[in-house]
């Protein structure tokens, strides 16, 4: 399996301060995602990466930002995080596996940010 | 767009019984389909998938998930549930295009009763 870790796995900050979360690859895999998991309304994706700074926007970006610089690194910004923005934020990471259509996803173990 | 809809947000169910998570999802083109579970405090683990073929899957835990093209529906079943699938579980859905991004549904958390 690749290797994904996200750090940090804990993080409580104030209102209108930055954050960045950071998730990391061991493997050279092309796509990356950031997603936030909510009650009752499962993983939503916030930005994805098909590539260095090769990002695009998923359906609930706003109040956030991306950079990838490196294939191995996808960094998710809070810019001024809001107490709307607590949430347990996942990476993933998707690689092919015997054609461009055969997918397989690997999870990070989370990141639990609160933001008071 | 693509949607995906878990019809129960809760599922009690006592040991031993069978469980049934239904699954119905929304999209404009074919897609590849899956079914996570979580356990509490834990990330996400793949309990099986649908890419082709059969239309029967066959996973791990003794899971197993039917698709359903004609009524979009994908729903996990499992003929006797243990204690320890006490978990949440999430269908979700890739509809293959650039970007190979996942949808998923709002989650059904199963709690098995001795």
């Known amino acids: 399996d690749a290797g994904i870790t996200q750090s940090p796995r804990h993080k409580v900050t104030e209102t209108g301060t930055p954050v960045t979360l950071r998730c990391h690859q061991t493997e050279n895999h092309r796509y990356m995602y950031w997603y936030r998991q909510d009650p009752g309304h499962g993983l939503r994706l916030i930005h994805y990466s098909y590539g260095v700074k090769d990002t695009d926007k998923g359906e609930v970006s706003d109040g956030y930002s991306v950079s990838r610089s490196k294939t191995e690194d996808f960094l998710l910004t809070l810019e001024s995080a809001t107490s709307s923005q607590t949430s347990v934020y996942f990476c993933?990471?998707?690689?092919?596996?015997?054609?461009?259509?055969?997918?397989?996803?690997?999870f990070g173990s989370g990141t639990r940010l609160t933001v008071v | 767009a693509q949607s995906v809809t878990q019809l129960d947000s809760q599922v009690p169910v006592f040991e031993e019984a069978p469980v049934e998570l239904r699954c119905n999802y929304s999209?404009?083109?074919?897609?590849?389909l899956f079914w996570y579970v979580q356990y509490p405090n834990q990330g996400l683990q793949l309990l099986l998938k649908y890419l082709s073929g059969s239309t029967l899957v066959k996973g791990i835990n003794g899971f197993e998930a039917e698709f359903n093209k004609s009524q979009t529906s994908f729903h996990l079943r499992k003929p006797s549930v243990h204690i320890s699938d006490t978990a949440e579980y999430f269908c979700a859905v890739s509809d293959k295009t650039a970007g190979n991004k996942l949808t998923f549904g709002g989650g059904t958390r199963v709690l098995v009763k001795p």
């Open positions: 999209s404009s083109v074919s897609v590849y």
């Open positions: 993933a990471i998707s690689e092919s596996k015997g054609g461009p259509y055969l997918v397989d996803y690997t």
